[in-house]
């Protein structure tokens, strides 16, 4: 007893000559059959003592932990106590990792060991006090708890070896399956990824990434919630499992990170604000995290800066600092949030003000207020004045404030100066307070029928045209734009300030210039054919320097030898910012409202650009141009905008000219985008510019492009479109074009004009050789038109079928009365009647409206067998998709301001499309015609009406749910039963498939215009055995249908929408599943 003192000083000794690790490898063999428990006990002590004056640094842990486990199943306690209390000094040292090492002794004594590790959780590892040879020799000693630096190795890693994350990949289909489109696969390959991770052996990896990487970061920004959760956690497991060496891969996730502090869901946020926290600790100082930090502060969206800077405040309040960090790049985004709106941004900005005087130095800091308004200068530069003071150093450490940038000398680490309790921060994300866009009562379920898109003027004829579906918030109340005019709703906005729109391609929303640049220049850019044009290059870069970034102006204007990739890189970013501002994607980091402003600014820049380069032989960079002009069409469309016409000339005269491309998929291409154009510029313009630049063109492709597109848009739009007496003699020209393609193409162009005027058509195109004379005559023959004998024949293969409605019709009849406006139409209309009666549906005016409505209605009252004889009913015939697409849209109209409908007028009209609907139904040969999209909108409308009118507290405007509902029974009983079960389908999946993204609740509007197409479908479904007896229905077309339902969402994600109480859940497919056994049910008995 007398020497053990002498003889643990000189063990120490020799470790500090040698090694702590040659000591207690020496000591472990005869320690292990050492018999006596106190001898073994005082061993244990001593070792312990070892441990905190030397710490771990260059100790192998795996030999330690042996011995200490070997100690642990000693029979004596005091033994074990000793053994306890030294595995848990290495526990302070190595870190809860040790954990997984003591796994397999018995329960109780494991159950005891955890109970002192959690004791001593977060307690710092002591400043070793002793240092060894070796570990001198190697590097010095680490000022964090006693760890040798990265040159002397990791005494973790002969414990646990770390792992290449690569490696953990091999075998596995996490990569690929990341990558998917789908959510759910997504979020499978990132849970098995996360159980990979979790598992003790990969906690620890090496210092490398390879492609999860870049897959990570997608993921990180991911649209759905549950991917972009389990993305975080797996970033902050990454960075704890590497630890220091992550600052290489900052880069990559600090700004991404940054960015989800954005969203409206504080469990999100949360998990960004654990992911950056574990970053942070990994990299043990923020050097590697300012610059993503920089950008992601430069944001205008109030709920990532504040919350942002509250986890800043609360990082340097918690932890110590280097010397020397360079918060420069954060000065000027800080200042400027001084004067922010948002008052958790004014304050987190105010509590961080102290530091960043303390690093970037006051004189810097205060220069950032001159950027300032005057009067938010004012403001803002008492508020720095006294972070200065707050900023002062204690007077025993001067050499800190000396240096705020990058000091020169060494000193002492400093604790960061708390904000003044003038300004306190609540450390938790505060609620967004911006601005956003006014969500539409039915946002995101029904297919928004283009407003803006189809102008109502008093003397235009037209039919609407479909546009596709759209995920931004609009207001239905806004109306139909005329063509050329900005929308009602909007507003001047102010430019952003170059902080706010340092992310964006583009950074002014100055409308003002777009004017000026299209009032001098808008003739310049119809680009026919040949490559870029060098005055048109410098020109356009000299527009687009002060309203686009720096990295887009210099892809855009690359000359290097990888210029082209550089173009493509550019237009990528062009096409990137107006598809996620036309899907009303938050990671821009701004409202709707201030990108619907800089996209509207910079529209006709990106547009020019296409147009300039838009006849470059290389694919890929035409494919590009072509995606640029389909996202700037599809924002214009959502945000309601009609072109002007120097806007259209910027790139319409070119994409006509494109129409002639040698590649069949660019031409293609195309002639889609021109098909799209009604939807943002009006149709009669479009047309107009169609007959000047593209029968013009001395590329025979070209003409012959141009002149399907005109036959196409009098087909659409009748008359209305064109102006006969100046447009049909130029398309007859053309009939004695060289190229036969062409000649063909004007022939049926003008086959479409006789369609519509009849024999009317001899007078429009003027003069004619005989020669063009007689292919014209051959061509009509063949058409029907309203001088052709043969409309009055009845087509054989036509079958009638009964009307099982009567009955109803009588109620609707006897509800309605007529208003005895009907008796004064004419019996006997023309195909230009018919045309002109369609297009006056639209109409501002609901009493002109209605009077062609009843038009309509009067040649309807025809019956179904008398109706092949008569030409006003031939006429309707050909015009039946055009009458169901304007009868949608000004239901529409009608119905989408609810406060309105009680109005007497508009309460006549309303009840006139319903008629019209009504007697439109009593004939099956006009109904058997209607497609599956037409099908699709009118249902859509029709559901979302009977929903509306049914709520209403206005008992005339609850009736009129009666009649939309027989309507749609109707409607069941007269189309094609398949092409009602397609539009169904359709129509159910457009609603219900974004729900889990969206977050819908059961009670919204959405999810009961789910449930009301459900019921549709069950009642179609019930009638499934009679329809196949009756051969209504084909099997061989109902299984493709639901095949492509199946596919769209899996069964399995049904399954999951049920359980996490999704709207609808999974009744979709349980309803699939009947009908399917419907079908097996009748068929099966005939084959056993």
Same mark, same amino acid.
């Given at each position: 007893?007398?020497?053990?003192?002498?003889?643990?000083?000189?063990?120490?000794?020799?470790?500090?000559?040698?090694?702590?690790?040659?000591?207690?490898?020496?000591?472990?063999?005869?320690?292990?059959?050492?018999?006596?428990?106190?001898?073994?006990?005082?061993?244990?002590?001593?070792?312990?003592?070892?441990?905190?004056?030397?710490?771990? #640094?260059?100790?192998?842990?795996?030999?330690?932990?042996?011995?200490?486990?070997?100690?642990?199943?000693?029979?004596?306690?005091?033994?074990?106590?000793?053994?306890?209390?030294?595995?848990?000094?290495?526990?302070?040292?190595?870190?809860?990792?040790?954990?997984?090492?003591?796994?397999?002794?018995?329960?109780?004594?494991?159950?005891?060991?955890?109970?002192?590790?959690?004791?001593?959780?977060?307690?710092?590892?002591?400043?070793?006090?002793?240092?060894?040879?070796?570990?001198?020799?190697?590097?010095?000693?680490?000022?964090?708890?006693?760890?040798?630096?990265?040159?002397?190795?990791?005494?973790?890693?002969?414990?646990?070896?770390?792992?290449? =994350?690569?490696?953990?990949?091999?075998?596995?289909?996490?990569?690929?399956?990341?990558?998917?489109?789908?959510?759910?696969?997504?979020?499978?390959?990132?849970?098995?990824?996360?159980? =990979?991770?979790?598992?003790?052996?990969?906690?620890?990896?090496?210092?490398?990434?390879?492609?999860?990487?870049?897959?990570?970061?997608?993921?990180?920004?991911?649209?759905?919630?549950?991917?972009?959760?389990?993305?975080?956690? =797996?970033?902050?497991? =990454?960075?704890?499992?590497?630890?220091?060496?992550?600052?290489?891969?900052?880069? /990559?996730?600090?700004?991404?990170?940054?960015?989800?502090?954005?969203?409206?869901?504080?469990?999100?946020?949360?998990?960004?604000?654990?992911?950056?926290?574990?970053?942070?600790?990994?990299?043990?100082?923020?050097?590697?995290?300012?610059?993503?930090?920089?950008?992601?502060?430069?944001?205008?969206?109030?709920?990532?800066?504040?919350?942002? &800077?509250?986890?800043?405040?609360?990082?340097?309040?918690?932890?110590?600092?280097?010397?020397?960090?360079?918060?420069?790049?954060?000065?000027?985004?800080?200042?400027?949030?001084?004067?922010?709106?948002?008052?958790?941004?004014?304050?987190?900005?105010?509590?961080?003000?102290?530091?960043?005087?303390?690093?970037?130095?006051?004189?810097?800091?205060?220069?950032?207020?001159?950027?300032?308004?005057?009067?938010?200068?004012?403001?803002?530069?008492?508020?720095?004045?006294?972070?200065?003071?707050?900023?002062?150093?204690?007077?025993?450490?001067?050499?800190?404030?000396?240096?705020?940038?990058?000091?020169?000398?060494?000193?002492?680490?400093?604790?960061?100066?708390?904000?003044?309790?003038?300004?306190?921060?609540?450390?938790?994300?505060?609620?967004?307070?911006?601005?956003?866009?006014?969500?539409?009562?039915?946002?995101?379920?029904?297919?928004?029928?283009?407003?803006?898109?189809?102008?109502?003027?008093?003397?235009?004829?037209?039919?609407?045209?479909?546009?596709?579906?759209?995920?931004?918030?609009?207001?239905?109340?806004?109306?139909?734009?005329?063509?050329?005019?900005?929308?009602?709703?909007?507003?001047?906005?102010?430019?952003?300030?170059?902080?706010?729109?340092?992310?964006?391609?583009?950074?002014?929303?100055?409308?003002?210039?777009?004017?000026?640049?299209?009032?001098?220049?808008?003739?310049?850019?119809?680009?026919?054919?040949?490559?870029?044009?060098?005055?048109?290059?410098?020109? &356009?870069?000299?527009?687009?320097?002060?309203?686009?970034?720096?990295?887009?102006?210099?892809?855009?204007?690359?000359?290097?030898?990888?210029?082209?990739?550089?173009?493509?890189?550019?237009?990528?970013?062009?096409?990137? /910012?107006?598809?996620?501002?036309?899907?009303?994607?938050?990671?821009?980091?701004?409202? /709707?409202?201030?990108?619907?402003?800089?996209?509207?600014?910079?529209?006709?820049?990106?547009?020019?650009?296409?147009?300039?380069?838009?006849?470059?032989?290389?694919?890929?960079?035409?494919?590009?141009?072509?995606?640029?002009?389909?996202?700037?069409?599809?924002?214009?469309?959502?945000?309601?905008?009609?072109?002007?016409?120097?806007?259209?000339?910027?790139?319409?005269?070119?994409?006509?000219?494109?129409?002639?491309?040698?590649?069949?998929?660019?031409?293609?291409?195309?002639?889609?985008?021109?098909?799209?154009?009604?939807?943002?510029?009006?149709?009669?313009?479009?047309?107009?510019?169609?007959?000047?630049?593209?029968?013009?063109?001395?590329?025979?492709?070209?003409?012959?492009?141009?002149?399907?597109?005109?036959?196409?848009?009098?087909?659409?739009?009748?008359?209305?479109?064109?102006?006969?007496?100046?447009? /049909?003699?130029?398309?007859?020209?053309?009939?004695?074009?060289?190229?036969?393609?062409?000649?063909?193409?004007?022939?049926?162009? &003008?086959?479409?004009?006789?369609?519509?005027?009849?024999?009317?058509?001899?007078?429009?195109?003027?003069?004619?050789?005989?020669?063009?004379?007689?292919?014209?005559?051959?061509?009509?023959?063949?058409? #029907?038109?309203?001088?052709?004998?043969?409309?009055?024949?009845?087509?054989?293969?036509?079958?009638?079928?009964?009307?099982?409605?009567?009955?109803?019709?009588?109620?609707?009849?006897?509800?309605?009365?007529?208003?005895?406006?009907?008796?004064?139409?004419?019996?006997?209309?023309?195909?230009?009647?018919?045309?002109?009666?369609?297009?006056?549906?639209?109409?501002?005016?609901?009493?002109?409206?209605?009077?062609?409505?009843?038009?309509?209605?009067?040649?309807?009252?025809?019956?179904?067998?008398?109706?092949?004889?008569?030409?006003?009913?031939?006429?309707?015939?050909?015009?039946?998709?055009?009458?169901?697409?304007?009868?949608?849209?000004?239901?529409?109209?009608?119905?989408?301001?609810?406060?309105?409908?009680?109005?007497?007028?508009?309460?006549?009209?309303?009840?006139?499309?319903?008629?019209?609907?009504?007697?439109?139904?009593?004939?099956?040969?006009?109904?058997?015609?209607?497609?599956?999209?037409?099908?699709?909108?009118?249902?859509?409308?029709?559901?979302?009406?009977?929903?509306?009118?049914?709520?209403?507290?206005?008992?005339?405007?609850?009736?009129?749910?009666?009649?939309?509902?027989?309507?749609?029974?109707?409607?069941?009983?007269?189309?094609?039963?398949?092409?009602?079960?397609?539009?169904?389908?359709?129509?159910?999946?457009?609603?219900?498939?974004?729900?889990?993204?969206?977050?819908?609740?059961?009670?919204?509007?959405?999810?009961?215009?789910?449930?009301?197409?459900?019921?549709?479908?069950?009642?179609?479904?019930?009638?499934?055995?009679?329809?196949?007896?009756?051969?209504?229905?084909?099997?061989?077309?109902?299984?493709?249908?639901?095949?492509?339902?199946?596919?769209?969402?899996?069964?399995?994600?049904?399954?999951?929408?049920?359980?996490?109480?999704?709207?609808?859940?999974?009744?979709?497919?349980?309803?699939?599943?009947?009908?399917?056994?419907?079908?097996?049910?009748?068929?099966?008995?005939?084959?056993?």
């Amino acid at each position: 007893m007398k020497l053990k003192k002498p003889a643990g000083e000189t063990l120490l000794l020799f470790s500090e000559k040698t090694s702590l690790q040659f000591v207690l490898g020496h000591a472990y063999d005869p320690l292990s059959k050492q018999k006596a428990p106190k001898v073994l006990a005082d061993a244990l002590t001593w070792t312990d003592q070892a441990l905190v004056e030397f710490g771990i #640094a260059g100790l192998s842990l795996r030999g330690l932990i042996e011995f200490l486990k070997a100690a642990l199943n000693n029979s004596n306690a005091a033994v074990r106590t000793s053994a306890t209390k030294t595995l848990v000094t290495v526990k302070i040292f190595a870190g809860p990792s040790i954990k997984d090492l003591v796994e397999d002794l018995n329960p109780q004594l494991l159950k005891t060991i955890l109970a002192e590790f959690d004791k001593v959780d977060g307690r710092p590892a002591p400043e070793p006090t002793r240092t060894s040879v070796d570990v001198a020799n190697l590097v010095p000693v680490s000022t964090s708890g006693g760890k040798a630096a990265a040159g002397g190795g990791d005494p973790l890693d002969d414990l646990f070896p770390r792992v290449e =994350i690569d490696s953990l990949l091999k075998g596995t289909t996490i990569l690929a399956d990341a990558k998917s489109d789908a959510w759910k696969t997504k979020k499978e390959a990132l849970e098995m990824l996360q159980a =990979i991770l979790d598992q003790g052996p990969n906690k620890r990896l090496k210092p490398t990434m390879g492609e999860i990487g870049q897959v990570l970061k997608a993921r990180v920004t991911d649209t759905n919630k549950a991917v972009q959760s389990l993305a975080l956690d =797996i970033v902050a497991r =990454i960075a704890t499992g590497m630890g220091k060496p992550f600052d290489k891969q900052c880069r /990559f996730f600090v700004l991404p990170t940054c960015t989800v502090l954005a969203d409206q869901k504080a469990p999100v946020r949360a998990s960004a604000i654990q992911t950056l926290t574990a970053i942070a600790n990994a990299c043990e100082t923020l050097e590697p995290m300012v610059s993503g930090i920089a950008t992601a502060l430069e944001t205008a969206n109030p709920l990532q800066r504040s919350s942002l &800077l509250a986890w800043l405040v609360e990082r340097f309040k918690d932890s110590e600092t280097t010397p020397g960090l360079d918060l420069n790049s954060w000065a000027s985004s800080v200042v400027s949030c001084l004067d922010d709106r948002n008052g958790d941004v004014r304050k987190a900005a105010q509590a961080l003000l102290p530091t960043l005087v303390l690093y970037a130095g006051y004189d810097y800091v205060l220069q950032q207020a001159n950027s300032l308004k005057p009067a938010s200068r004012s403001t803002a530069v008492p508020i720095i004045q006294a972070a200065r003071a707050s900023a002062a150093p204690p007077p025993s450490k001067p050499a800190a404030v000396t240096a705020p940038a990058k000091p020169t000398s060494k000193a002492a680490p400093l604790k960061v100066p708390e904000a003044s309790p003038a300004s306190p921060v609540d450390s938790s994300p505060p609620p967004a307070a911006s601005k956003s866009a006014p969500v539409s009562k039915l946002s995101g379920v029904r297919r928004k029928l283009p407003q803006g898109s189809i102008p109502r003027p008093e003397s235009r004829a037209g039919t609407p045209v479909e546009a596709p579906t759209s995920r931004v918030p609009g207001k239905l109340g806004t109306g139909l734009k005329r063509p050329g005019g900005a929308p009602a709703s909007a507003k001047p906005t102010p430019t952003p300030s170059p902080a706010a729109s340092a992310n964006l391609p583009f950074v002014s929303a100055n409308l003002d210039a777009k004017k000026a640049r299209l009032s001098k220049d808008a003739q310049r850019w119809i680009n026919e054919s040949g490559p870029t044009r060098k005055d048109l290059a410098e020109l &356009l870069h000299h527009q687009m320097e002060p309203h686009a970034s720096k990295e887009l102006s210099s892809l855009l204007f690359s000359r290097d030898h990888n210029a082209v990739n550089d173009h493509v890189s550019g237009l990528t970013m062009m096409y990137e /910012f107006y598809s996620s501002a036309e899907a009303g994607d938050d990671k821009l980091g701004l409202p /709707f409202e201030d990108l619907r402003a800089v996209g509207l600014a910079n529209a006709d820049l990106a547009l020019k650009y296409v147009s300039m380069k838009a006849h470059e032989p290389q694919s890929n960079l035409v494919q590009k141009c072509l995606d640029v002009v389909e996202a700037v069409i599809a924002f214009l469309q959502t945000v309601d905008y009609q072109l002007s016409d120097p806007e259209a000339l910027c790139f319409i005269p070119t994409m006509i000219h494109k129409l002639g491309d040698a590649r069949e998929p660019v031409r293609n291409r195309v002639q889609q985008i021109v098909q799209s154009l009604p939807k943002v510029y009006a149709y009669s313009r479009v047309f107009h510019l169609l007959l000047e630049h593209g029968l013009k063109s001395k590329v025979s492709k070209t003409r012959q492009g141009t002149l399907d597109e005109l036959g196409g848009l009098l087909k659409r739009f009748g008359l209305g479109a064109s102006e006969p007496n100046k447009a /049909f003699p130029v398309i007859a020209t053309a009939i004695s074009d060289k190229d036969p393609s062409v000649r063909k193409s004007a022939l049926v162009a &003008l086959s479409e004009g006789y369609v519509l005027v009849g024999e009317k058509i001899w007078q429009l195109v003027g003069h004619l050789s005989p020669k063009d004379k007689t292919q014209l005559e051959e061509r009509l023959r063949r058409v #029907a038109g309203p001088s052709s004998p043969d409309r009055g024949e009845t087509p054989e293969d036509v079958e009638v079928f009964s009307n099982p409605s009567t009955a109803d019709e009588g109620l609707m009849r006897h509800e309605f009365p007529d208003d005895h406006d009907l008796e004064d139409n004419p019996q006997n209309e023309t195909a230009n009647d018919i045309t002109i009666a369609i297009s006056s549906i639209l109409s501002n005016d609901p009493a002109r409206s209605v009077d062609a409505l009843k038009k309509i209605q009067k040649v309807l009252e025809i019956g179904p067998e008398a109706g092949p004889s008569s030409p006003a009913y031939r006429d309707l015939a050909e015009h039946t998709e055009g009458l169901i697409e304007t009868i949608t849209l000004q239901m529409a109209h009608v119905f989408e301001r609810p406060h309105e409908i009680t109005q007497q007028e508009n309460f006549r009209l309303a009840k006139h499309l319903i008629q019209t609907l009504n007697a439109f139904c009593d004939h099956v040969f006009l109904a058997e015609s209607l497609t599956v999209d037409i099908l699709t909108s009118l249902l859509e409308e029709l559901t979302l009406r009977l929903l509306q009118t049914d709520n209403s507290p206005d008992s005339r405007v609850k009736d009129l749910s009666r009649f939309i509902n027989m309507i749609i029974l109707r409607i069941f009983a007269t189309c094609r039963r398949m092409s009602v079960f397609r539009a169904l389908f359709a129509l159910l999946l457009q609603i219900v498939k974004p729900f889990p993204s969206n977050g819908t609740s059961p009670e919204s509007q959405e999810a009961k215009v789910a449930e009301l197409v459900l019921k549709c479908v069950w009642k179609l479904a019930r009638n499934i055995p009679q329809d196949l007896e009756k051969q209504v229905l084909d099997p061989v077309e109902l299984f493709p249908s639901i095949e492509h339902f199946l596919q769209s969402v899996p069964p399995n994600e049904w399954r999951a929408r049920a359980t996490n109480k999704v709207p609808c859940g999974d009744m979709p497919l349980r309803t699939i599943k009947v009908i399917i056994q419907h079908v097996v049910g009748k068929f099966v008995g005939r084959f056993i």
